[in-house]
């Protein structure tokens, strides 16, 4: 098969002030750095580590710096993950850590061969030997700090640096994963440790869209986004960008463009909002399978009663995502809330004791729900986009089990097999199907 090569080098990046990456306070080099990060489809079978070192290459001939990171090549991960449930039961935190981190060094020491192949100078790090250091919360460690003076002797040395995506190591010294789709987390955090100019996220799609293109098809590009917004989509289940990468750039101020390594063509820039722009009413609509609702029924309507329940939650360290009190009656009220489907059994666990300890009188709970939600920065100041919301749903006979909101994000939870029926029809009502 012919290797597609990109038709630019690079030239997607123009924006800002160029950085000069600097090492112990003196510049390194002349030229403005670049973080490239690829996933897993972007590296799939070894034509596609070709095409993705040919657009590296030809980035660092037009004048930049590059870092890389990459993803582990195409379903590495599912496939890892599925070995470790066949041989155990519940797998050794620390030890699915070890295995799941074997994926990225594949991609970094392939792709630095194809690199090399075509005479550009790179060197290979994992995680750890690219300074990322994390907390030990294995699975979903949390970067604390990164030491990036090996990359920067690399790039001062003349190199391409390759830096394993996904992974770190913690401060005692053992290998962790910081969460699934980890690695533009690991992208954005070299970009703000080393000034770069931009961190580009190459994927499957040419950007962020106003829904998943593969439920929408006449979803829209996004020309740019602000950080704010991007996040409200990230944390709603827009899945092109993890959460945690949004909250790093917004926090270090890293513009960041998401663009397709299949077409190459510029894609969506998130990055600072701009004030002289006029806000989009509503951005995108997202949708999220991932969680489990829970209800508690009938609890005693008295003082630290949610405290009790979400604290023993918080011990158990379940990340809980929509609350939902009703009004009560008869002194008791029913409290919902939702919760990733991964974490339903420790939820249950914990919270069978909970009732008791309260006093409830009962525990549901349902996994066949899904989140559909309107993120826009517009809607802060234009009214009724709820209610349009609510009936757009109700003439499609989709029943809302929850609500809640932020100031530029309404969600409505509904039954799973209403999930894609409803990102369709809310698409359609906002106008975000036109061009
Ligand atoms: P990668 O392996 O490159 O990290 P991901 O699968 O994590 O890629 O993210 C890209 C996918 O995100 C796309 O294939 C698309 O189906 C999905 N996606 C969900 N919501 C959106 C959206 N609003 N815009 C673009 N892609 C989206
Ligand atoms: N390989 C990891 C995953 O599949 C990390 C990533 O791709 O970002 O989640
Ligand atoms: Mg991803």
């Known amino acids: 098969m012919a290797i597609p090569r990109s038709p630019d080098s690079g030239a ?7 950085g000069r990456p600097w090492y112990r306070g003196r510049v390194i080099s002349e030229h403005p750095l670049v973080v490239q990060k690829f996933g897993g489809s972007s590296v799939a079978d070894p034509d596609r580590v070709r095409a993705v070192a040919d657009h ?3 980035t660092r001939r037009a004048g930049h710096d590059v870092v890389v990171v990459v993803s582990a090549m195409g379903k590495t991960t599912d496939e890892l993950l599925r070995l ?35 005479g550009q100078p790179a060197v290979s790090f994992t995680g750890s030997q690219a300074g990322i250091v994390t907390d030990t919360a294995h699975g979903r ?25 996904f992974q770190g190591v913690s401060t005692t010294f053992d290998i962790t994963t910081l969460g ?29 869209y106003s829904a998943d293109p593969r ?13 704010e917004e991007m996040l409200e989509m990230a944390a709603s289940g827009g899945r092109v960008l993890a959460l945690r990468s949004v909250e790093f750039a917004r926090n270090h101020t890293v513009p960041v463009h998401v663009r397709s390594s299949f077409t190459w ?34 609890v005693p309507d008295r003082p630290g009663i949610a405290a009790t329940m979400f604290r023993a939650l918080a011990e158990a360290e379940v990340n809980v995502d929509m609350i939902v009190q009703n009004v009560s009656t008869a002194d008791h009220t029913d409290i919902s809330f939702t919760v990733p489907k991964e974490d339903l059994a420790r939820t249950l666990e914990v919270m069978d004791k909970v009732v008791a300890e309260v006093e409830a009188t009962g525990l549901r709970h349902d996994p066949d729900v899904g989140r559909v939600s ?5 809607m802060k100041t234009h009214p009724g986009v709820a209610a349009t919301m609510f009936e757009t749903l109700a003439e499609e006979g989709i029943n809302i089990e929850m609500i809640s909101t932020s100031s530029i994000r309404i969600s409505c939870v509904v039954p799973a097999g209403d999930v894609e029926r409803a990102v369709r029809a809310l698409h359609r009502t906002f106008g975000l199907d036109e061009g």
């Open 12 to 18: 997607g990046i123009v924006l800002g002030t160029p």
């Open 56 to 58: 590296i290459v030809r």
């Open 84 to 118: 470790a449930h066949d041989v155990s039961h519940r797998p050794s935190e620390r030890e699915l850590d070890m295995l799941l981190t074997a994926g990225e060094r594949i991609s970094i020491a392939l792709l630095c061969m194809a690199i090399i192949d075509l």
């Open 141 to 165: 460690a949390k970067i604390l700090e990164v030491r990036a003076d090996r990359l920067r002797d690399a790039l001062a040395a003349g190199n391409v640096a390759v830096v394993a995506g």
């Open 180 to 208: 699934r789709g980890g690695s533009d987390t690991t992208a954005v955090a070299l970009a703000a440790a080393l000034g770069a100019q931009a961190c580009e996220i190459y994927t499957d799609v040419a950007g962020v």
């Open 215 to 227: 439920i929408v098809p006449e979803a829209r590009r996004l020309g740019r986004l602000s950080y």
């Open 265 to 298: 063509e510029p894609g969506t820039w998130v990055q600072e909002e701009d004030p002289s722009m006029e806000q989009a009413i509503i951005s995108g609509v997202t949708h999220d399978t991932s969680e489990a609702k829970v209800t508690i029924e009938q």
């Open 374 to 378: 309107l993120v826009g920065a517009g």
